[in-house]
């Protein structure tokens, strides 16, 4: 039977191996991997390139209520489009239910915003900001069983903290239903505290965003969430790690036997605080929770993406325009810390900066790579085997790498609906040049060839495969 695609003479890299080869896509799978394979409607050359499984980014803020007045910078299409341009195959972004709002009626509307609209795979997260009885006992263990099957909360932000009790319940609903709780670890009465002493103080700009939000105010909601875990007996995913304390409390958690995934982000590898501390209001720029530390934090995130303290690789993409034309009131560059939107966009760097960074410079391997990039991710939320691998079987979501370019990244040439990147004039070697969304060829040598509306929700299940025996 003639396939539909061959991809010929590539060097092909899963989570365990790479190894010479050709791989066949036939219906939107991988039907066979091997030598001098021929027989195709369609034949890409992938000579001197790296054929690796697409990315998946399973932290990613899209369309997401952000506060009054403020509007995120991305829906549904510019969103995917920057991550397909970054070489990811599949994304998760957050259904936020908003305060009084059932968990239904938060995911109709993001069905309704994301339908139609993706260039890649979409599959949503949960937030939960109001765990009522009845979102707890009903709503959830419903949606879990339809494919909706990991839960953030968070433990900072007001409107959105829960207190310790209301986590537990959270927890209690993963370990029934066998759904993955992410959680956002900050000390909110400890930043409420700090902020008002700076404001008191004068000293509101944007660098009071990164001494209100210390690391001991990290290190101890993580220490409290892992220990929640532990006392409710179920796995957890520690998102956003910023800094080695945070790193030695999931460590610690772990050799108690807590099954914890870590979570870290370019920004914790690349950006410091001194990033927030100029003289001008271009530091609103990089604002993000938690914020970024020095170069010892930045070492430690290393040496975490290098031993395995870390899991997975997430850009954390949350992104504001800086000069907004629709809204002059809180754009980036507020007039105080306190009304700068937290996050910053990343869905289009996040791969070429670890590629570059770690694979180019030798702190990580191929297999690594896509480990922290993709099978991890699909394997934590969900989405494996049918994601996450170039095997027999699975979605042929494929990123095909040019090791050799180099690039200097310009927001200007990114495809999202910032108008900044944090990493304006990093410059990195290999850039990932064509990109294969469940067999379809999407961007072909850097050319977008795909439509609007190619990509597809997809359902998780409860990981019938964790990474760290959870299931
Ligand atoms: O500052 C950040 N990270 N904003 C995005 C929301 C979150 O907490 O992940
Ligand atoms: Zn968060
Ligand atoms: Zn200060
Ligand atoms: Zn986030």
């Given at each position: 039977?003639?396939?539909?695609?061959i991809i010929a003479n590539g060097t092909v890299a899963t989570a365990a191996n790479f190894f010479a080869a050709d791989i066949a896509v036939k219906d939107?799978?991988?039907?066979?991997?091997?030598?001098?394979?021929t027989g195709s409607k369609r034949r890409i050359d992938a000579s001197g390139k790296f054929v690796l499984p697409g990315g998946i980014d399973s932290h990613v803020h899209i369309s997401q209520p952000s506060g009054e007045g403020i509007v995120m910078a991305d829906d549904f299409e510019s969103g995917t489009l920057s991550a397909l341009f970054g070489g990811n195959t599949t994304i998760m972004p957050f259904c936020l239910q908003e305060k009084g709002q059932s968990m239904r009626e938060a995911l109709t509307a993001y069905h309704a915003l994301a339908d139609g609209q993706c260039y890649t795979d979409v599959s949503f997260h949960?937030?939960?900001?109001?765990?009522?009885?009845?979102?707890?006992?009903?709503?959830?263990p419903a949606l879990v069983a339809g494919g909706y099957t990991s839960l953030k909360v968070f433990m900072t932000y007001e409107g959105l903290r829960l207190n310790d009790a209301e986590i537990l319940k959270v927890l209690d609903v993963s370990r029934e239903t066998g759904a993955t709780v992410m959680v956002h670890c900050e000390n909110e009465d400890a930043i409420l505290f700090l902020i008002a002493k700076h404001e008191l103080a004068g000293d509101v700009a944007p660098r009071a965003h990164a001494s209100t939000r210390p690391i001991a105010v990290e290190r101890e909601a993580t220490h409290r969430a892992l220990s929640l875990a532990e006392v409710v007996d179920?796995?957890?995913v520690i998102v956003h790690v910023s800094n080695g304390e945070a790193m030695d409390e999931i460590a610690r958690a772990r050799a108690r036997g807590v099954k914890v995934v870590g979570e870290t982000c370019p920004q914790y590898l690349v950006l410091t605080a001194k990033d927030l501390d100029g003289m001008d209001w271009e530091d609103a720029k990089m604002v993000c929770s938690p914020p970024p530390?020095?170069?010892?934090a930045q070492a430690d995130c290393w040496q975490g993406i290098e031993t395995g303290v870390f899991d997975l690789f997430s850009s954390d993409h949350c992104p504001f325009r800086y000069d907004d034309p629709q809204d002059k009131l809180n754009p980036k560059g507020s007039v105080n810390f306190r009304h700068i939107p937290n996050g910053i966009p990343g869905v289009e760097t996040r791969l070429p900066i670890l590629?570059?960074?770690g694979v180019m410079k030798g702190?990580?391997?191929?297999?690594?790579?896509v480990a922290l990039t993709s099978t991890n991710h699909a394997k934590t939320y969900g989405l494996y085997p049918q994601k996450g691998s170039i095997a027999i079987?699975?979605?042929?979501?494929?990123?095909i790498w040019d090791p050799e370019a180099k690039r200097t990244i310009r927001h200007a040439e990114l495809h999202d609906g910032s108008d900044y990147s944090p990493y304006e004039g990093m410059y990195v070697t290999g850039w990932p040049v064509t990109t294969i969304v469940a067999g379809a060829v999407m961007v072909e040598d850097g050319i977008l060839v795909g439509k609007k509306g190619q990509g597809k929700y997809r359902p998780a299940t409860t990981r019938p495969v964790g990474i760290r025996g959870q299931a």
């Open positions: 039977s003639e396939f539909d695609l939107g799978k991988f039907v066979q991997i091997g030598q001098n394979l949960l937030i939960i900001s109001d765990p009522t009885a009845s979102v707890l006992g009903q709503e959830l179920v796995p957890i530390r020095d170069e010892a590629f570059s960074e702190r990580i391997d191929l297999p690594r790579f079987g699975a979605d042929a979501d494929i990123t």
